[in-house]
């Protein structure tokens, strides 16, 4: 009910206030399992996807555990579905909860560059979300967002051709962290190229 409800009211605010435009609808999929993976430069970027992607999708994104500290942000972002990670450490729990996620036809929102960047630049992909991809076999829906946050000024959401990670397979850890990194060059290639041609942002 309340993600309804955000999905109708944000939506409403980013289109109006916003000037949000959304590009590639056509690229999406009808329904899951299937990670988006975006790029991150505002804290907005959840609302401005979520409600810009159809509202059955009913995305959970994993947000960083200092989100969760304040009980009011908290209850918010758990009755959205959202669930937090731990950055400083490998949060097998996150992990463990985003295959879940999956496994159940769900749609997993990521930002595989772990923390916000500043718009029109894209950073370093962390290797949570290849590592996700790749073990889950999950199509990955590359979204771009392209600021900047400003009240009448345009906000582009583009959306990318799914596409598929190589699966993980491996024999020791040197192999492993190839494989990896191989995984966060394609995802952020494939945001790369979503740029407009002026990359205007």
């Known amino acids: 009910m309340l993600y309804r409800l955000g999905h109708f009211v944000f939506g409403i605010v980013y289109r109006v206030f916003y000037r949000r435009r959304v590009y590639g609808r056509e690229f999406l999929p009808q329904q899951g399992p299937l990670i988006i993976c975006a ?5 907005q970027d959840p609302l ?6 159809p ?3 009913e995305i959970k994104f994993m947000a960083k ?5 304040n009980p009011i942000a908290a209850f918010v972002l758990q009755k959205m579905g959202a669930f937090s990670v731990d950055r400083q450490k490998a ?16 749609v997993l929102g990521l930002f595989p560059e772990g923390s916000r960047g500043k718009p029109g630049q894209l950073q370093r992909a962390q290797k949570g979300a290849a590592l996700i991809a790749g073990r889950s076999g999950a199509p990955v829906l590359p979204v771009l967002v392209v600021g900047p946050y400003r009240i009448g000024r345009p906000l582009k959401i583009i959306i990318g051709p799914v596409f598929n990670l190589p699966e993980l397979e491996y024999n020791n850890k040197e192999e492993k962290k190839v494989q990896l990194e191989e995984g ?7 945001l790369q190229m979503l740029y407009p041609a002026d ?3």
């Not at 790029?39 to 804290?43: C, K, L, Y």
């Not at 401005?48 to 992607?53: E, N, Q, R, T, V």
């Not at 949060?91 to 769900?106: K, T, V, W």
């Open 55 to 57: 509202l059955h999708y």
């Open 199 to 201: 990359n205007n942002a």
């Open 184 to 190: 966060c060059r394609i995802i952020m290639d494939n």
């Open 65 to 69: 555990e200092e989100l969760f500290r």
């Open 91 to 106: 949060d097998y729990g996150a992990i463990r909860r985003s295959f879940q996620i999956l496994n159940e036809g769900g």
């Open 39 to 43: 790029n991150h430069i505002h804290w």
């Open 48 to 53: 401005a996807i979520g409600s810009a992607l």
